[in-house]
């Protein structure tokens, strides 16, 4: 049962353009989500979280939106960069026993110069 | 800082030997993690230590033993693994509860013949 879905495998992006990538959930009972980049043979990376009270956080180039009652949220990188090219996974977490982070399946995300 | 340090950053065993990869965090974390990564698939999630405790087995295989010597340290013991078991390893921390922002370190990638 794969709870956090990222249904794009891959993305490709003119430099210098606006990257989005979504993610969608089925668990309600998320209430903290976050965007990790990963690229090949090393860990992921934090980037950017949002809690389930807000519906925006903006961090430099990297904005999370947070679309509740849809279960959906999206992270927008504006300027797009050449080192951004890397996999992005979202992931979720929550309480009240359901506060182990859960992994999407990750977008390759490929920047052309 | 938000450094997770993880040794060795490559192992190769073989199915019969006893091998340890170690993970470090110097952020006074109290929460610590292994976390096993296929190719092209999320992380999953296999051990949770919380103020040195086991908090979460995910019913990983005896053959993988977890062991937390202290706060900042957190080692994973490999006896008699499979061919299948070859897979980047990978350690995070985060400040305290399973929710809060995890850090990753670079991932041990582990190959058995």
């Known amino acids: 049962d794969q709870q956090v879905k990222q249904n794009s495998p891959s993305l490709s992006v003119q430099e210098g353009r606006i990257s989005i990538l979504n993610c969608d959930y089925t668990n309600s009972m998320f209430d903290y989500f976050l965007w990790y980049k990963k690229y090949p043979a090393e860990g992921p990376t934090f980037l950017i979280s949002?809690?389930?009270?807000?519906d925006k956080n903006e961090d430099g180039r990297f904005t999370v939106f947070l679309n509740k009652s849809a279960k959906h949220l999206s992270l927008h990188i504006v300027p797009s960069q050449p080192g951004d090219s890397a996999v992005y996974f979202c992931a979720a977490s929550g309480a009240f026993g359901n506060e182990k982070l859960t992994f999407g399946t990750g977008t390759r995300l490929t920047i052309i110069p | 800082d938000t450094e997770v340090t993880q040794t060795p950053k490559h192992l190769v065993m073989g199915m019969t030997n006893k091998k340890s990869l170690k993970c470090e965090q110097h952020m006074g974390h109290r929460a610590m993690y292994w976390y096993k990564q296929k190719a092209k698939k999320p992380p999953e999630l296999m051990f949770v230590?919380?103020?040195?405790?086991?908090?979460i087995n995910e019913s990983v295989p005896s053959r993988f033993s977890p062991e937390c010597p202290n706060s900042s340290l957190l080692n994973l013991h490999l006896h008699a693994l499979q061919p299948e078991d070859s897979a980047l390893y990978l350690c995070?921390?985060?400040?305290?509860?399973?929710?809060?922002?995890?850090?990753f370190g670079p991932g041990t990638r582990l190959t058995v013949l």
């Open positions: 230590y919380s103020y040195e405790k086991l908090s």
């Open positions: 949002i809690s389930s009270i807000k």
């Open positions: 995070a921390s985060s400040q305290d509860r399973v929710s809060d922002t995890q850090y």
